[in-house]
Every structure is written in structure tokens, then in C-alpha cells.
């Protein structure tokens, strides 16, 4: 955790790792007033029909762009085992995104608590920056089916995405708060209420 200098929004990361629920999750927060920066969210953006990363992309890793901006598939096939390629990639899209998460700070300067909504919050800034880290977690087996349920998932690329996260384990240890989401759907939710509860007394 970071010690805050100066007035601000207290800020919650939240992170886990594919398959966890974590999108789910952070809805709940909304659900409850936190105003909420999705990292996910901003990069579709920068890389969605004339995102502002299009063509830089298209010039770093040609053929992977049309006319409806990035095609996924067709980048996650260019970088994936490939730690070259995607360092390449980041150096482009963090900065990109670090700035529009800066203009939603200062957006929402006025609010007592704010929800930055970051994937890979360990394992690329280790968490600074932020006051609160919450991590989204479930069990394996659950894990291994909702992300298998998605279109185009295999179990390699599956593999290839898991091995570029922290073991959830070790984020589970890391994290100020957990958040379960094996559990009943209302389960977790009541877990999200208690928690920006808790928060917003102890910021009272």
C-alpha cells in the first residue's frame, strides 16, 4: 500500500487472474457508487474502429488490424510466447492507458473512494499506487471451466496466458482483501457491500 500525500480518492485496485470474475466483481462496485477505470476497457478503446494505438500497432505487428481496429486473436497470436513481441506491445499501450487513468483521477478528484480495475496490477506495478488491493479469486476448477467457456479458448493458449500471471496464490497473500467468487453470486456480492462499507467508515 502507498501512503497518500495529498487529498485525493482513496483508491482500491483490483486485480486477479483470468477466469476469477473480477469484471463481474467490479460491476458490484459500481453497483455500490465507486466510480470505476477498467484498464480492459481502456485498451479496447485505444485499440477499437479509430482507436488512437491502431495504426502503431498495425506498423509494430502488420496484418493485425482491419477496418474494425485490433483483431484480438490475431495480435494475442503475434505476442503470445513471443516476450519480445509483447514487451514491444506494453512499451506502447501502458503509457497510453496510464494517461487516460490519470484524466478519470482527476474526473473524479471529488469522490471519497475510486476503482481502478487493473489485470495485471502485481505483476507490473506491484501494487503502487494504489491504497486498497483486492483480489479476485476462485477455485481452479472453476477457473479452468468459465475460461474455457469463452470463444476461441484453447487449453494452450489457456496455459500461455497463466504463465504470464502470478500464481493466484500468491496474490491471495498479497492482497489487502480477497474476494471470492466461487461462492453463490449474492455471496459475493454481500462480500463487495461489507467491504466499501468497511472502507468508507474507516475514511469517515
Do not use: W
Not at 458490484?28 to 485499440?47: G, I, K, T, Y
Not at 495485471?120 to 494504489?130: D, N, P, R
Not at 483480489?135 to 504470464?164: C, H, N, Y
Amino acid at each position: 500500500m502507498t501512503a497518500r500525500t495529498r487529498p485525493r480518492p482513496y483508491i482500491i485496485g483490483l486485480t486477479g487472474s483470468i477466469g476469477m470474475g473480477k469484471s463481474t466483481v467490479a460491476q458490484m462496485f459500481v453497483d455500490e457508487n465507486v466510480p470505476l477505470f477498467d484498464a480492459d476497457a481502456a485498451v479496447h478503446q485505444l485499440q477499437g474502429p479509430g482507436g488512437a494505438l491502431v495504426d502503431a500497432i498495425e506498423a509494430l505487428f502488420p496484418g493485425t488490424t482491419n477496418s474494425q481496429g485490433v483483431d484480438r486473436q490475431k495480435l494475442g497470436a503475434a505476442v503470445l510466447g513471443d516476450p519480445a513481441a509483447l514487451k514491444r506491445l506494453e512499451q506502447l499501450i501502458h503509457p497510453a492507458v496510464g494517461e487516460m487513468r490519470l484524466a478519470f483521477l482527476q474526473d473524479n478528484e471529488d469522490q471519497p473512494m475510486i476503482l481502478f480495475d487493473i489485470p495485471l496490477l502485481f505483476e507490473k506495478s506491484g501494487g503502487e499506487g494504489v491504497d486498497h488491493i483486492v483480489v479476485v479469486s476462485a477455485g481452479t476448477a472453476d477457473q479452468r471451466a468459465r475460461v474455457l467457456d469463452r470463444p476461441g479458448m484453447t487449453e494452450e493458449r489457456f496455459e500461455q496466458i497463466k504463465a504470464l500471471q502470478m500464481p493466484d496464490a500468491e496474490k491471495r497473500k498479497k492482497a489487502d482483501s480477497v474476494i471470492d467468487t466461487s461462492l453463490p453470486l449474492e455471496k459475493t456480492r454481500q462480500q463487495v457491500q461489507k467491504l466499501v462499507q468497511n472502507l468508507k467508515a474507516s475514511l469517515a
